[in-house]
Nanobody
């Protein structure tokens, strides 16, 4: 059974940092792009960042560029999101996704940033 499991969410004050992790199991994602999405209450799910299978190409939502860093460790089948200078607007449930057309999703981890 293929699973993606996020961890590292929590509550932090504005300006703080969190590091999200996504542990993959059941298959290797080493040849797939992977991504982090987020969904705030009452809003659509949006892609925050993605990373190519090699890790050489990344994309960031413009509102997080310069503050968030996506990375991966293919040997460990892990995906990460380092989030710095967090803002209340970053409050959301964060999901990792991977596989062809992002067919696989985790259950999400809550990030809450207080002002």
């Amino acid at each position: 059974q293929v699973q993606l499991q996020e961890s590292g969410g929590g509550m932090v004050q504005a300006g703080g940092s969190l590091r999200l992790s996504c542990a993959a199991s059941g298959r290797s994602f080493s040849k797939d792009a992977m991504a982090w999405y987020r969904q705030a209450p009452g809003q659509k799910r949006v892609m925050v960042a993605n990373i190519s299978w090699s890790g050489l190409t990344t994309y960031y939502l413009y509102t997080v560029k310069g503050r968030f860093t996506i990375s991966r460790d293919n040997a460990k089948n892990m995906l990460y999101l380092q989030m710095n200078s967090l803002e209340p607007e970053d409050t959301a449930v964060y999901y990792c996704a991977g596989g062809d057309d992002y067919a696989y999703w985790g259950q999400g981890t809550q990030v809450t940033v207080s002002s």
